[in-house]
């Protein structure tokens, strides 16, 4: 610890990214194309502080925390004004002032990015970054990110999960739009949960993040941000068919009921219904899937300032897997191996935002940084989900019912100063059985012998918290983020979760930021480990097992911007996390072959994760984004023996290439990947001899033709055709405890072509 905390002390004094804006200024032309100005002005409005476009119209311009408004002139040219919120990257479209047009449009066109005004290394992967592939759900939307893995619980469910700074998923805190989602029952299959289609972007913060969001977030959070009632988008359709034939539909709407009150219908429907083989184990590749979506959004807006949003989000999803000839008759009988889930999902929230006392300065008057303002808001959300399923001969059925509120003050001191506090209460009922039958062998007969335990999971759990956080921003050059949270469980006590983060400009195109804080989470055994109920072998539940765990992830990033063949369109960001666990829950099927055990750590559980990352725009509309992780994790087991952690990927490089013609009416990106090696689960009950997966590549492809309302896209995944050669040990065995679908390192589906349109109104 004393060394992390050096290395993590002295990072705070070093060097990396700024708050640069640069872009480009066009005016149309005859034939209707693009021209660059040479010697337009780029000015704030608030401070005229200005630079002129070179000979390519392209300009850098550096952006204070005062800056919002960004203005392009050119004599004999309309001006062109355009307000700065996260965009790094703009374009201005000046018209001659004889030429009369509608509108001009400005279009953000880096889709993936980090964000220089954010305290935490975030990640923006915007709607163009969610429209680079078929990502149809959030699960396919991160093929573009070193920073995120992606992978497959087991090879019967088909459950997707994440990896972040080397550990599983449910380290990492889902939100949607700041509330906490996929929480509980809901985070086995959430990712899957949220059509691609639906969202705006998604901002994917690595380490700990704001204590105002609760103690959880142990290795980061990932953001969604949806569709907005505001949109000027009456209709939106995107429909996609891919040659193993999933199709799926989304349909959007946004509408303006009056000048204060405007909504957002959001609906899905996808069906996977072809059963697929492609390695002939006898077990489908993927499960048969059914899913319906819908939610609404609302927003209303008072000329106080005062803001309501409020919504519901209802889903159903069946999942069908197992042998390819198995048939109800064989429910719960070990003639042929099949798995059923069925999921229902019902969410309620209200968000509501009051200002107590409003700034009515104009952003010139001396008086501004001196400004008191303070609001009050409040939010609500309810959550039902019922999960039943069987895996084989194992039975599992939950049902949770969870209410969470949290309350926030905030006040404003200028532009120096922020106070934020609250408090929060979360409610969680579990009413959760499982089955968990298993083989011992067979008889005389040849029938086989089963036997079981039913475990009753069913807890109510109750905790109440407060918090404070204190911002400190020093100008343009350094910002401080304080917080501590208190909370107790009724039944694991209290939690204390301090955190910090620190941003230092230290030049306009170099920031460093580093945080170090504890997180908290208490795991759900059964859904948080689906995967374990995929295999033959019995679950072994230590009697003292506290669910309760504690871990601790400090780190640091730097970011440079700078001039790549005199172009200053490029940037390199280097970071380093480390993540370590003081207490956690253990899921271990090494040290016993014929059983998963679950007991807590004793002694060391940590991963160092260095990643770095490369952007570069050489010519207008060619963009480059490479990007390389390692990840060096280590887990204590059970007899103090210390191993790699499994089915963690050593490295992940990846890189990105698009190129847009004019107006984007042609769009081409291409991905690679390349996937370093894991360490497998030992299978005979001796964790010391292990077995490594392959170094494997992925390559990704896409050409998306743009006409006036309608988008036509059509595109490959997994273009080498590489598939983990057997995802299921045992499979012609699978009752027995050798059984074992969960040791997936690869991908378990071969190439696929899809195509799809999306019209927007």
Not at 187 to 203: C, K, S, V
Request: charged share 20%.
């Amino acid at each position: 610890m004393k060394k992390i905390l050096s290395i993590f002390f002295v990072m705070f004094a070093v060097t990396v990214s700024a708050k640069n804006i640069t872009g480009v200024v066009n005016t149309l032309n005859s034939s209707g194309g693009k021209d660059p100005i040479i010697g337009a002005i780029v000015v704030w409005a608030d401070n005229n502080k200005a630079v002129a476009t070179d000979a390519a119209g392209q300009f850098t311009i550096s952006k204070n925390r005062n800056n919002t408004i960004l203005i392009a002139q050119y004599v004999g040219y309309k001006s062109d004004t355009l307000k700065i919120t996260d965009q790094t990257d703009v374009e201005f479209t000046l018209l001659s002032s004889a030429l009369q047009i509608d509108k001009v449009e400005v279009v953000n066109r880096r889709s993936n990015s980090i964000s220089n005004l954010s305290m935490e290394k975030k990640e923006m992967i915007t709607f163009a970054g969610l429209c680079k592939m078929a990502c149809c759900n959030i699960a396919e939307s991160f093929e573009n990110s070193a920073s995120v893995s992606v992978g497959y619980s087991d090879a019967v469910s088909g459950a997707r999960q994440i990896k972040l700074l080397g550990y599983a998923g449910m380290y990492t805190q889902m939100l949607d739009e700041a509330r906490p989602m996929a929480r509980g029952l809901g985070a086995t299959y959430g990712l899957e949960h949220t059509p691609g289609m639906w969202l705006q972007g998604i901002q994917i913060s690595k380490g700990v993040t704001s204590v105002v969001n609760g103690y959880e977030a142990l290795t980061g959070q990932i953001n969604l941000e949806h569709r907005k009632p505001t949109d000027k988008t009456p209709l939106f359709v995107n429909l996609f068919l891919s040659s193993e034939l999933r199709t799926e539909a989304n349909v959007t709407s946004s509408l303006q009921i009056n000048d204060k009150l405007s909504t957002v219908i959001l609906t899905h429907a996808s069906f996977d219904k072809m059963k697929l083989d492609h390695n002939n184990d006898g077990f489908l590749d993927m499960p048969l899937k059914e899913q319906y979506n819908f939610a609404n959004r609302w927003l209303y807006e008072a000329d106080n300032g005062t803001q309501i949003r409020y919504g519901i989000k209802v889903l159903s999803e069946d999942r069908e897997g197992g042998q390819l000839d198995y048939t109800a008759a064989d429910r719960g009988t070990t003639n042929k191996y099949g798995s059923n889930i069925n999921n229902r999902h019902f969410n309620a929230y209200i968000k509501a935002g009051f200002p107590l006392k409003r700034n009515v300065l104009e952003l010139d008057d001396p008086l501004y940084l001196e400004e008191t303002t303070s609001n009050i808001a409040v939010v609500a959300d309810y959550v039902y989900h019922k999960q039943d399923a069987f895996f084989g001969i194992k039975d599992y059925n939950g049902a949770q019912n969870s209410a969470y509120t949290n309350l926030l003050y905030q006040i404003n001191k200028g532009q120096k100063h922020q106070f934020i506090m609250g408090a929060t209460f979360t409610a969680d009922i579990y009413d959760e059985k499982l089955f968990d039958r298993y083989t011992t062998g067979k008889n005389s007969a040849g029938d086989y012998i089963v036997e079981g335990k039913e475990y009753d999971m069913s807890r109510d759990l109750f905790t109440v918290g407060a918090f404070g956080e204190y911002t400190l921003k020093l100008g343009d050059k350094f910002d401080m983020v304080a917080g501590v949270r208190a909370d107790h469980n009724n039944e694991y006590g209290f939690m204390f979760t301090p955190r910090g983060h620190i941003k230092y400009d230290v030049t306009p195109t170099t920031t460093v930021r580093a945080s170090a804080g504890v997180g908290y989470r208490i795991m759900s055994l059964v859904t948080d480990n689906i995967g374990m109920l995929a295999t033959g072998r019995s679950l072994n539940f230590a009697d003292d097992l506290n669910p309760l765990e504690r871990g601790f992830t400090a780190g640091a990033s730097i970011t440079q911007k700078f001039k790549l063949f005199n172009d200053p369109r490029a940037s390199v960001s280097l970071d380093y996390f480390r993540s370590e666990f003081s207490n956690q829950v253990i899921v271990d099927q090494e040290t016993n072959s014929q059983q998963i055990m679950f007991y807590n750590l004793n002694g060391d559980s940590y991963t160092n994760t260095y990643q770095i990352d490369f952007s570069y725009e050489p010519f207008n509309r060619f963009t480059l984004f490479a990007t390389y992780r390692y990840n060096d994790t280590k887990v204590t087991l059970k007899d103090n023996v210390q191993v790699v952690t499994p089915l963690i990927d050593r490295f992940k490089g990846l890189i990105n290439l698009q190129y847009a013609t004019n107006y984007d009416k042609w769009v081409f990106d291409v991905t690679a990947q390349i996937n370093g090696q894991t360490r497998l689960p030992n299978q005979n009950g001796d964790p010391l001899i292990s077995d490594y997966s392959k170094v494997y590549p992925m390559f990704f492809a896409q050409i998306t033709k743009k006409f006036k309302k309608i988008d036509v896209y059509v595109g490959c995944e997994n273009i080498a055709n590489y598939r983990q050669s057997d995802p299921i040990i045992s499979a012609g065995d699978p009752f027995s405890s050798k059984f074992n679908s969960t040791v997936i390192w690869g991908p378990i589906m071969g190439r696929k072509f899809y195509a799809g349109l999306r019209y927007t109104l």
